[in-house]
């Protein structure tokens, strides 16, 4: 924050134009009033007591002009315009323009404007005085002829007063122009209305005087009584303008002021910046406090008020004299730092912050250690407007939080919530909300992706429609056969009178994903071929867990505008232009898990995919991570539950009996909500329980034991497996694998993937086996890719496969051809040859 006004200072780049213009104006100046105060000096003894008077109040009140609160010194409100301007008309240019230098010279010492800038304020009022003298002498001749004010007078001064506005305003602009280059407009837009009101009421009271005047000298002084009376509104006014900017706890700028400040600075900076300044950088730094919710849940709040006040204090004292100190709300403060060359400037004020909150504040004898983070955002490379530097500084801020640090500059790659994620999210929800795009025009409940049939788990009345198809005075067509009067029927079925059974019925469809997507059945067209990325659904940790390495590169889009990814033979396809609304598709892939010993499938494992319309496949990671922080994620975790177990259904229905796991987020854990979800959907789609398994993370597990262990206990209840994945990375206690009713564990493919090759790894996952063993849990390895680690787990006694040695994910149907062709295969059946299969193909599959 500069101190002063800068206009008392040029820059370097500016000097010279500036001074250029200032000295035409002064020489303009000097030859319009030469004249006028040369033939002054006869008539000073001839100018009435009325003008001295009124020549005395100009220069006394200049001696103290108002200067608004909060304004800088440039909005100074000058009186002598009111007493100036008045002489002009009563008694012409010359003793206006001698009455006004003084009034100038008096205000300009007072305020401590540089000589130059002083000389330049005279030399502007004096070319305005001149324009509204020429304005005068175009109307009638004498103003107030005959002691009367006629209406051609009233014309004259009017013109007057807008020659000497336009004049005296288009020189300050043309100065302030020069000043900040291409920069001026805004400053001067943003001053038009307050010179407007301020210095067009004194112009518009000048009249006033001269009538006055005419009739006694005795009268002009008590214009200081309405002088004084604006004088105290005005700063009233301006006081109560700066009490909304100012926190009344600790009498910091505010959030408001903080935004006006970083505007200007950014105004400022930016002209540094086009000069090549080398401070031209900003730095916004955002403090949050730590634990300060404690304090005032242990003391109260009056104690925490007086935490606030101190730490304020802390950091006005960290802070240089150009820095601004903002207390935002709650114990959020932000600090606007000018004027810095790099970022470790910045990061260098950050510290100073941080070593002067590291000191314990004592209060009541009781010390409280009022730690903080702090999120850094630097101007112009972080952004170069308030909003935007303010969104920036957060997100460093919080960065710095989850890190455990304490200081955190911003990168563009911890931004979560950038526009890109906030657009996919939304897409997400659009998605969610809608249902599958493609049924292949068939029901829930009816027949599956396989062809066989299943029959619907809950009875449909006999008076109304079934929840998948419209009521009959839709003429029995589905939501796809509405044509393009359906909003005009839609608005009409709104307006009959419906019995209170079809408006519940409506209702639990809205309210329920599985109500509402068999409404939504089949309204589009098949779905195309979808390419397999084969990332688990790990919705507690937010990555990707499963076995991506050989045809990454094949599953991931390439992120060009319209292209939907690469299909099975390798080619892409691309999205039409009428799809840029789509949210796309979600979908469920299913991964075989294969018996070692045995050699027989026992199980799959959902994987969730979408297909976005632009984007092609979705990085499974990124899609759990948008979602996870969201409400979204419970809309995600429905639906998954949903489409697995519909799943289950469908393939008893076709003979066969698999087990299905899927993953649930520690979100879905920590509500409860979960156990009831499945029961309920294994209740509607008549699934046994026991055909069901729920996977959770060592991380969701430490992130509430207590809540955790609940909601997995009900689910071991009502008979749903539950599994342990990720095994080992999760730091969790030994203790679990004995309290928790756990039915299986499944070790980490980072573990895995190495074994073979490194004999540490092969020792972990041993002694994991060796330990879920013990206990009595069944072991699935995940990220098994080669003959070799088939046989290793094998020899080490693992029970169950997952990976790409013997089927990467797929989809329901493909599944289904899949298990077709299979022959399971034993390790001891499998001849010497090695290495990975073959693409497509498993060695275990003929």
Known sequence: METGDPRNSVPPGRSGPFFGFVGAIGVVALAVSAGPLVALADRWSELPAAFWTMAALAVA????????????????????????????????????????????????WRLGYAPWRTGFNAAQYACALAAAYAATRLGPGELFDGGRLHWTDVAAVGGATIAWFVVNYGLVSSAVRLRFGDRWWPSVRSGLAYELLATGSLLLLAPVLVAAARASAALIPLVLVPLFAVYRMARLSAEREQLADVDPLTGLPNRKALLTEVAEQVHLHGDRAARGAPDAHLALLLLDLDRFKHVNDALGHAVGDRLLVEVSARLMGAVDGGDMVARLGGDEFAIVVPRLTDIDQARERADRVVAALAEPVPLDGLPLDVGGAIGIALYPEHGEDFATLMRHADVAMYDAKHRNDTVAVYAPESDHNSAERLSLLADLRRVLESGPSARGGETVGVRGGDGAALQPALPVRADRPARNQRPARDGGRGRSG????????????????????????????????????????????????????????????????????????????????????PTADGSTTTAPDDQAGDPGEITMYYQPQIAIATGEVVGVEALLRWRHPRRGMVDPGELIQVAEQSAVMRLLTRRVVDDVVEQLAKWSAAGLTLRAALNVSVRDLHTGEIADQIADRLTRYGVPPERLQVEITEGALMADPRRVLASITQLHRIGVGIALDDFG???????????????????????????????????IVRSMIELAGALGLRVVAEGVEDERTWRLLHAAGCDVAQGWFHARPMPAEDLVAWLSRYRPVRPAEVGSRSGPAPEGESKASS
Not at 69 to 78: D, E, I, L, N
Not at 529 to 552: K, N, S
């Open 61 to 108: 009140c200049d001696a103290r002009p108002f200067v608004p609160p909060g304004r800088r010194q440039t909005s100074a409100v000058f009186p002598s315009t009111c007493f100036t301007f008045a002489i002009l008309l009563g008694w012409g240019f010359g003793p206006a323009v001698a009455v006004q230098a003084v009034a100038v010279a008096v205000s300009g």
């Open 482 to 565: 509405d044509g393009p009067n359906r909003w005009l029927r839609r608005r009409r079925d709104r307006a009959e009178e419906r019995h209170d059974d079809d408006l519940i019925e409506r209702i639990l469809t809205g309210a329920d994903p599985i109500r509402r997507r068999a409404a939504n059945a089949g309204a589009g067209p098949a779905a195309g071929p979808l390419v397999v990325d084969d990332a688990d659904f790990t919705p507690a940790t937010g990555t990707a867990g499963g076995e991506v390495t050989r045809d990454a590169e094949a599953a991931v889009s390439t992120g060009a505008p319209g292209v939907i990814g």
């Open 729 to 763: 990375t999760g730091y969790s206690s030994l203790q679990h694998l004995r309290r928790l009713p756990l039915s299986e564990v499944k070790v980490d493919r980072s573990f895995v993937l190495g074994m073979a090759d490194d004999p540490d790894d092969a020792a």
